[in-house]
């Protein structure tokens, strides 16, 4: 398989998915014409530790991708173990932490907007704390995530698309007493009303659980 990419001409963009699963990339020379890398460029990249940028517009530190001023974090292809956001980061690019080795993982008050994928087919991820401003838990964000045990949602999210496909080991959905929109009883979410039970997790520790009369 492609183990080295040297040349890729005077592009400006790296579009989506473009080196997608490329399981043995280890190395590659993105050129200065390069100012934008799409979604998942380099998800299922996990050898990839040799990146270099010609130009400025992007910066590498510990093998993750950011813009050159920091505020937006691209890629992490060989990210593993527990990660902490740097607090300069307002946006993850989507499958930013896409089929990677991560297992623990805060997401900073800093954080704005995080894409669709983010941690896409993270086998062996556990736990995800947000605290950021997020509006959004996109499509897809934990697909495929089997060992996803607890995830804190922060005040500010208003819509949650269909995130937990696969999620078949969670136990926990912790939503912050602040949020308008939804809400978090013993691990189970629901609208804030609890008029419908959005995501009841697939291992809960309540084998008795009793629909609450306000469910309709």
Request: with cysteine.
């Amino acid at each position: 398989g492609l183990r080295k990419v040297a040349n890729l001409g005077n592009i400006s963009t790296i579009p989506f998915g473009c080196f997608w699963w490329c399981g043995n990339l280890e190395s590659i020379i993105i050129p200065e014409s390069v100012t934008s890398i799409e979604e998942c460029v380099f998800v299922g990249c996990s050898k990839l530790t040799d990146i270099n940028f010609e130009g400025n517009n992007f910066i590498v530190e510990d093998g993750a991708i950011y813009s050159k001023d920091k505020t937006i974090l691209v890629a992490f292809p060989t990210a593993k173990g527990n990660i902490t956001i740097p607090d300069s980061i307002s946006k993850i690019i989507g499958g930013a932490f896409g089929c990677t080795l991560i297992e623990n993982i805060t997401l900073p008050s800093t954080i704005k907007i995080i894409e669709r994928d983010i941690f896409r087919d993270c086998h062996n991820l556990k736990t995800v704390e947000i605290y950021g401003e997020i509006p959004t838990i996109p499509l897809q964000a934990f697909d495929n995530c089997e060992n996803l045990e607890s995830i804190t949602i922060p005040a500010s999210v208003t819509e949650i698309g269909g995130a937990f496909v696969g999620c078949g080991s969670l136990e926990s959905i912790k939503v912050s007493k602040n949020n308008y929109v939804y809400k978090s009883v013993e691990g189970i979410l629901y609208d804030k009303k609890m008029t419908s039970i959005i995501r009841f997790p697939m291992k809960h520790k309540n084998v008795a659980f009793v629909i609450p009369d306000s469910v309709m």
